[in-house]
Each structure stands twice: as C-alpha cells, then as structure tokens.
C-alpha cells in the first residue's frame, strides 16, 4: 500500500489512556497477533488478560509505552524498557521491547517513525545503548531494525517455541550515540 500523505499520523509517549486509546491498542494488538507479529503471545488471549497487561504496563516505572497513531486511532506501539536502579553495570543500556503495528496500518512509515520516538527517549533518558531482539520470523520487524543501524549481534536457534517448533531469534543493539554509530 503506497504511503498516503493526506493521512494524520502520530507517534508519541502515552502516559495514560483516554477515549478509546486502551480498546483500540488491544484491537491493534490482536491483529498483529492473529498476523504473526505478536510479542510473545501466538493467539490473542482474552480481552480481559490483554487490557490488564496494557495497563500494568503504565504502572512500571522502567518501562515507557509509546504509540503510533494512524487517523487518530493507536495502530501499534513499542515499549522503552529501561535498567532498574539496582543493574548499575547495565545502567546505559536500555532494550526496545513490544514493538507492533497492526496489519492495516502499514505502509504508512510509523515503523520507522516508532523505533526512532523509543531511540530518542532512550537518549533523553540518557541511555547510551539500545538493544533487542526478535524472532527471524518478523521478517518485517527486522527490516526497519536493519534500516535503521541495528547491529545483529547474535542467534539463539532455540529463541521460541512456534506451533511444535523451534524458531530462531536474532540480537540486535544500536549505540544511540551518532559519533559512534559510524564505527
């Protein structure tokens, strides 16, 4: 689907829900579950688990939950899981988590734009290192992390078990300082 202009899009911090942002992130959610795309889950589990889990979400401290809008409507997100006072030797490095957009939304350029709003709240939370990972599946995924300087650092063949299989996943990190990103 080419790129229409003429649709609102946003990316942001949400903070809280209003409106419809907990039912639509859900719906989001599901579909990209139902897709292939889910974080962990391989079947949408029941509303009730997924509007707690997105709420508990809000409750952390460590974790920072950003969404990308398409129409006004939450269409995906990504979480910016941050170190927890007691991991000082882990205390630049911050881990992109829960990233998602649901199938209708793409095309629009908020993968990108998603990963980018999570990279530079990681830098104002003054993090030096983002990382992740993902299974080789999300082969979309994967692309955006690879556009955008994610550095694959490492396979685990046993990443997941999918449908009576192991899956592999990938590691990946990105030095979220721009004199070191060329190195």
């Not at 997100?77 to 000082?88: D, I």
């Amino acid at each position: 689907m080419p790129e229409d202009h003429s649709v609102p899009r946003k990316v942001e911090r949400l903070t809280e829900f209003q409106g419809t942002d907990l039912h639509d992130l859900c719906d989001a959610a599901e579909a990209a579950i139902v897709d292939g795309g889910g974080f962990g889950w391989l079947a949408p589990p029941p509303r009730q688990m997924m509007e707690s889990y997105w709420k508990g979400i809000l409750l952390v401290p460590e974790r920072d939950l950003f969404v990308a809008r398409l129409d006004g409507t939450i269409c995906g997100s990504a979480q910016l899981v941050r170190p927890t006072r007691n991991n000082e030797a882990g205390a630049a490095v911050g881990t992109l988590s829960t990233f998602f957009l649901a199938p209708w939304s793409r095309g629009y350029g908020l993968a990108v734009q998603l990963v980018e709003r999570v990279s530079k709240g990681a830098r104002e939370a003054g993090l030096e290192v983002l990382q992740l990972d993902v299974r080789e599946t999300q082969k979309r995924a994967i692309h955006v992390y690879e556009q955008l300087g994610f550095q694959r650092w490492g396979r685990n063949p046993r990443y997941a078990w999918v449908d009576g299989d192991w899956v592999s996943g990938f590691y990946y990190y990105r030095d979220l300082d721009p004199e070191n990103e060329a190195s």
